[in-house]
């Protein structure tokens, strides 16, 4: 290599790295105001070591809402969901862990089954007792768990725009290279939100399509929460994980003999649910199916009112 391509390198590994730094430091502070400006909204509960963040309101028969990947409680919250379901019961909506304001350890797996095993704790600390559970997207993989592993604690199942059965899901590579120890930290503290800012209104068109984002939903959310590296982290190795989860949950789906209602949009661009939610009604003949024509994944939003009648319909056969 000649001096003058040595230099070129040089001055090219130099203008990278300052660039990384000032993405570090970016983000950092990024973190830092959004976790200032947006404090906990709820209470927490220690269980097995990880500190879970959760809001409650209402009185009567509990019923847990689980949120799916990256997302947080706010998203019940602002879609009108958990209010609307707290008129006449108790709600407890958990922040998955290292999600929002909840804690997850690093050096441990974190699957389905284990975010279940933790919620369940936490609802006996609290004394929610046999509730509905309620799981949304991602969120449906843990309500499974917990339907599968303490079948004696839930009283019946929601399900909404889940996913089931492995796919071919080549953002689930991708996903499990950002999650991985050293390059996964260094794309989560650095590239990741900068460009998660950048497609992030493209990937809210996608998720609410066919209907439009409502009006307000990009101001209510936090965003900030939702872009620090240590939920970008948890979002993206759960994300690498859901394929290998579907798989191995779904050879026991024959279990499910509990109270349950399927719920799915045929026109969600984010899962394709013809071969999901769809596949999974048709497998248990005694569970209830709500096919929403021209609906997309995000039906806690746009559909409140049928997902609530949904709910409440499904308290009326446990």
């Given at each position: 290599m000649t001096r003058t391509k040595q230099s070129r390198a040089f001055l090219w590994g130099g203008g990278i790295a300052t660039a990384l730094a000032a993405s570090y430091a970016f983000n950092r502070w990024s973190a830092a105001r959004a976790e200032a400006q947006t404090p906990p909204p709820g209470n927490f509960v220690t269980v097995d070591g990880v500190r879970l963040h959760y809001v409650e309101r209402g009185t009567g028969t509990p019923i847990v809402l689980i949120h799916g990947s990256g997302s947080l409680v706010q998203d019940f919250i602002v879609s009108g969901l958990f209010d609307a379901l707290a008129e006449n019961h108790r709600v407890i909506a958990f922040d998955r862990p290292g999600y929002g304001w909840s804690t997850r350890p690093r050096g441990e797996d974190w699957p389905p089954e284990r975010q279940a095993d933790l919620m369940v704790a936490a609802c006996a600390e609290i004394g929610a007792d046999m509730p509905i559970v309620v799981g949304h997207s991602w969120g449906t993989l843990p309500a499974i768990a917990w339907a599968l592993d303490h079948p004696g604690t839930i009283a019946g199942l929601v399900l909404i725009s889940g996913y089931y059965y492995p796919t071919p899901r080549p953002d689930a590579v991708l996903t499990g290279i950002a999650a991985l120890p050293v390059i996964g930290d260094l794309l989560t503290h650095t590239i990741l939100p900068l460009q998660m800012r950048i497609t992030g209104p493209l990937g809210l068109k996608m998720i609410?399509?066919?209907?439009?984002?409502?009006?307000?939903?990009?101001?209510?959310?936090?965003?900030?929460?939702?872009?620090?590296?240590?939920?970008?982290?948890?979002?993206?190795?759960?994300?690498?994980?859901?394929?290998?989860?579907?798989?191995?949950?779904?050879?026991?789906?024959?279990?499910?003999?509990?109270?349950?209602?399927?719920?799915?949009?045929?026109?969600?661009?984010?899962?394709?649910?013809?071969g999901q939610s769809q596949r999974l009604a048709e497998s248990l003949p005694h569970?209830?199916?709500?096919?929403?024509?021209?609906?997309?994944?995000?039906?806690?939003?746009?559909?409140?009112?049928?997902?609530?009648s949904a709910v409440t319909n499904l308290m009326l056969r446990v």
């Open positions: 609410f399509s066919p209907d439009a984002v409502p009006e307000g939903f990009t101001d209510a959310m936090p965003t900030g929460l939702m872009l620090r590296p240590s939920q970008l982290h948890a979002t993206n190795a759960d994300s690498g994980e859901m394929p290998i989860a579907a798989a191995r949950l779904a050879a026991r789906y024959p279990e499910l003999t509990l109270p349950m209602t399927i719920i799915w949009g045929d026109g969600d661009k984010l899962v394709g649910q013809e569970a209830s199916a709500l096919g929403m024509a021209n609906a997309g994944h995000m039906l806690h939003h746009i559909q409140t009112e049928e997902v609530v």
